[in-house]
């Protein structure tokens, strides 16, 4: 019983983060607006929000997708948000429990899962996430043993430095931006939280699930080669999906690569 308490807390927590990341997943991108105040509103009509029309998940449920007040639908963003949290955080407790560990990989999920829709909706990722991002995923590594503080310092200087000389090499090629300063911090953030060891997969898979992405995007688009989709979303997946299945990524590596 106390067992289900907890992870029924555990959810809750992070549907209540996940509230809270989508206020700032809708103000950030605006210079001069503040995620704490004013207090939460409609975005269509503007008028406050009471406590009960903003209880993660239930409110959306209770309120069938539409604003009490003007009747206009509620974007399906939020409960997503606020569902995708509260699994995170479940699944944060299942690996680390109630440690440092699980408070700071709690603050790396929530940051990707800003930064994917931020990105997929605006095509920019804030420095005001991924610079700090960087500073404390390194200063993170003295206090988790998930990530030693060398395999931490090493990463974020790989992983910035790997993406920068693409985008480098990309631009003397076609004369053309084909990845912006924002994936590049981005993949420093996610090798300090997850050391170096991480960005062969993270590299490699969001760029395979980005292509194919991308050719979709080609097709529906009609634009052919000047298609252009936010990078960052498959960054961010990769890091989360290494963070909980870095043993079984390694295994299934090895697998591959020993000779038969």
């Not at 992070?14 to 950030?28: M, Q």
């Not at 931020?118 to 991924?130: E, G, K, L, N, R």
């Not at 936010?230 to 961010?236: E, I, K, M, R, Y």
């Amino acid at each position: 019983m106390a067992d289900n308490f907890v992870y029924v807390f555990v959810f809750v927590l992070g549907a209540v983060v996940g509230s809270f990341l989508n206020v700032v997943i809708l103000r950030l991108p605006f210079e001069g607006e503040s995620i704490i105040f004013p207090a939460s509103r409609c975005p269509n009509c503007g008028k406050k929000l009471k406590w009960y029309d903003n209880i993660p998940i239930i409110s959306f449920i209770l309120l069938m997708a539409r604003c009490r007040y003007c009747k206009k639908p509620i974007s399906r963003q939020y409960p997503i948000v606020e569902l995708a949290m509260g699994l995170l955080s479940l699944a944060l407790f299942h690996r680390f429990f109630i440690s440092v560990s699980f408070l700071g990989y709690f603050f790396f999920c929530a940051a990707l899962l800003v930064i994917i829709f931020i990105d997929a909706y605006h095509q920019i990722i804030p420095d005001v996430i991924s610079i700090p991002g960087i500073v404390l995923g390194f200063g993170f590594s003295f206090f988790t043993d998930f990530v030693t503080w060398k395999d931490s310092g090493i990463g974020l200087i790989a992983g910035a430095g790997t993406l920068y000389a693409v985008a480098a090499g990309y631009y003397l090629l076609t004369k053309r931006e084909g990845m912006g300063g924002g994936d590049i911090k981005l993949l420093g953030m996610l090798g300090a939280f997850l050391g170096w060891q991480s960005l062969p997969f993270v590299i490699f898979s969001s760029s395979l699930t980005g292509a194919v992405v991308g050719v979709g995007a080609m097709v529906k688009q009609g634009k052919g080669g000047k298609s252009v989709i936010p990078f960052g979303p498959f960054l961010a997946l990769a890091g989360m999906a290494y963070l909980f299945f870095r043993e079984r990524i390694w295994y299934f590596l090895f697998i591959i690569s020993a000779p038969s």
